[in-house]
């Protein structure tokens, strides 16, 4: 049987809460905050710059933004 390794200190919070592992908190909860900080913003970001685009000519960039969208979204709800 495996043995599930503890998670490192140096392991983000955010995706830490994801896996099947304990949360480690290595400071305050500041680093957890401005990490969903981040997230929120890279969010904005992303969804201004997809408003921006035009399917028939920027298929492929309007897809890899809605990839990054979910990722930053799952990582945000875990």
Do not use: F
Not at 36 to 43: A, H, I, P, S
């Amino acid at each position: 049987m495996k043995r599930q390794q503890p998670a490192s200190p140096g392991t983000s919070p955010l995706r830490t809460a994801c896996s099947k592992r304990p949360v480690v908190m290595t400071g305050n909860t500041c680093e957890l905050e401005m990490l969903q900080g981040y997230y929120r913003e890279k969010l904005q970001e992303l969804q201004h710059r997809l408003r921006s685009l035009n399917l028939m000519e920027n298929a492929r960039e309007i897809s890899a933004i809605c990839v990054e969208i979910i990722r930053a979204k799952k990582i945000l709800t875990c």
